[in-house]
């Protein structure tokens, strides 16, 4: 059974650091795109920004410059790196991947910033 699995997640200040990392498990064939995604509360799941296989990252706007994604094939784990965090950074983060052909989501961890 193919799955996403993150870890990494916690409480940290504002202006600090926080690494979630993502890793896929299972049969796996074929993994093409794999980014982040977050859900604060009250609010639809947004995107935070994707890498292509050959290690091409986007970002959103609102974290260009301050968060960092990259993966390493070889264990088909991608990670997202997180620096200078604000309040507002606050949510659920999600991987996704698209495996096997097929679109896959992680279980979520939680990211909280405090003022």
């Known amino acids: 059974q193919v799955q996403l699995v993150e870890s990494g997640g916690g409480l940290v200040q504002a202006g600090g650091s926080l690494r979630l990392s993502c890793a896929a498990s299972?049969?796996?064939?074929?993994?093409?795109?794999m980014g982040w995604y977050r859900q604060a509360p009250g609010k639809r799941r947004e995107p935070v920004g994707t890498i292509t296989s050959g290690g091409t990252p986007y970002y959103v706007d609102a974290v260009k410059g301050r968060f960092t994604i990259s993966r390493d094939n070889a264990k088909n784990t991608v990670y997202l790196q997180m620096n200078s965090v604000k309040p507002e950074d606050t949510a659920v983060y999600y991987c996704?991947?698209?495996?096997?052909?097929?679109?896959?989501w992680g279980q979520g961890t939680q990211v909280t910033v405090s003022s």
């Open positions: 299972g049969s796996i064939f074929s993994v093409n795109v």
């Open positions: 996704n991947a698209y495996m096997n052909w097929q679109d896959y």
